[in-house]
């Protein structure tokens, strides 16, 4: 019953890229896909727990974990979500199509903040952008500010992506009526974008 219920409740959950999180997924329902059991109700100032396998979703947005606790507010909505696992793990596409995914041992989501915090061999990756690693990742998902931290050699390490070169077609020109290259002087530098 508790599933049933959770399944209905509109959640603003983690966008962690840095192109801001699809806009239509805080419209939509928050969805329970699995958990091999769960403990808890659905009222005011309460916490349901979800154990085993949890799966939740909200539009293109996925999270999955070994446990996941659920803390709902006085009015009954989802302001929190602790998700932990061998990773917790999240992905959510943003406006532009582009996959984000994020992995740690512990995910806490302050929903009324917007803020996401992953910690425990954190990791944060984003297609054709880059990545970010620390023992501690936070991301505001209304700003798209990060920080980052680490514990033991203080290093935070980061990988930033070159946008692709933008090919442009060269005319088409058969070899017998290409012009030969001229020969005077030596050949322009290339430069590197």
Known sequence: RVLLQLGTIALGLLALQPAMARKDDRQKPMN???????????APNSVTTLHGHV???QGTMK????????YFDADQNVNRIEITGRP??????????NLMTGDAGKLDYDNDQGIAVLSDHASIKQKGRGAAYGDKLTYNTRTSQMSGESAGDGMVPMTFLPKPATATPAPAQSAATAPAPAQSGPAPAQGHH
């Open 63 to 70: 999270v999955t974990g070994d446990l996941a606790k659920v």
């Open 88 to 97: 917790a793990h999240i992905e959510q596409l943003d406006d532009n199509g």
């Open 55 to 57: 799966v939740i979703s």
């Open 32 to 42: 329970v896909e699995h958990a091999d059991s769960f403990e808890g109700k659905y």
